[in-house]
T-cell receptor, first 114, second 114 residues
């Protein structure tokens, strides 16, 4: 079945420095949708960005990611971390349209320090 | 903004008891989902539904039942609660626009089984 592998555990950053969270996936489907969801403390997950198109950069709220089918990757990046970026980040995959089912990675917790 | 509500928001249950978690959406979405969230496992799909009176098994359905009596309502039932079912449970809904549709999450229910 589908699977998603993310940077594990806690990533601690200094405010103002760049952020990069790794995400790779496995699926038998040739046209998957990839997502990044973000969950702040005591909140529910919400969509940060998503992509379907190979080699096209997708941006939202200062974050960006590019789906690379050749390497099965969808890394999340931001040029300058803010304190408010401290949260749990999930990479997710939808391998086909039936059921819109998502397979999530285990999540990466990000802590941004002053 | 999509609206998904859950009740109760937290619950303490005894081992072997029956627990029902409820979810209500006002988005007119076809799809509804139940996930559990555990540290080290991320979000895992328990059951989902794409139409009233029909439910489908997700990735970890054992020990759980689901019911969708109407488009707006989706319940998760633990007939015999066990310690291992202590977790945070999220309900989500999504439209059916042909794949890659955003899932909108409810606020979550924190379940503690003693």
């Amino acid at each position: 079945g589908d699977s998603v592998t993310q940077t594990e555990g806690l990533v601690t950053l200094t405010e103002g420095l760049p952020v990069m969270l790794n995400c790779t996936y496995q699926t038998i489907y040739s046209n998957p949708f990839l997502f990044w969801y973000v969950q702040h403390l005591n909140e529910s997950p919400r969509l940060l960005l998503k992509s379907f198109t190979d080699n096209k950069r997708t941006e939202h709220q200062g974050f960006h990611a590019t789906l690379h089918k050749s390497s099965s990757s969808f890394h999340l990046q931001k040029s300058s971390a803010q304190l408010s970026d401290s949260a749990l980040y999930y990479c997710a995959l939808s391998g086909n349209s039936a059921g819109n089912k998502l397979t999530f990675g285990i999540g990466t917790r990000v802590l941004v320090r002053p | 903004e999509a609206a998904v509500t859950q009740s109760p928001r937290s619950k303490v249950a005894v081992t072997g008891g029956k627990v029902t978690l409820s979810c209500h959406q006002t988005n007119n979405h076809d799809y509804m989902y139940w996930y559990r969230q555990d540290t080290g496992h991320g979000l895992r799909l328990i059951h989902y539904s794409y139409v009233a009176d029909s439910t489908e098994k997700g990735d970890i359905p054992d020990g759980y039942k689901a019911s969708r009596p109407s488009q707006e309502n989706f319940s998760l039932i633990l007939e015999l609660a066990s310690l291992s079912q202590t977790a945070v449970y999220f309900c989500a809904s999504s439209p059916d626009w042909g794949g890659g549709d955003t899932q909108y999450f409810g606020p979550g229910t924190r379940l503690l089984v003693l």
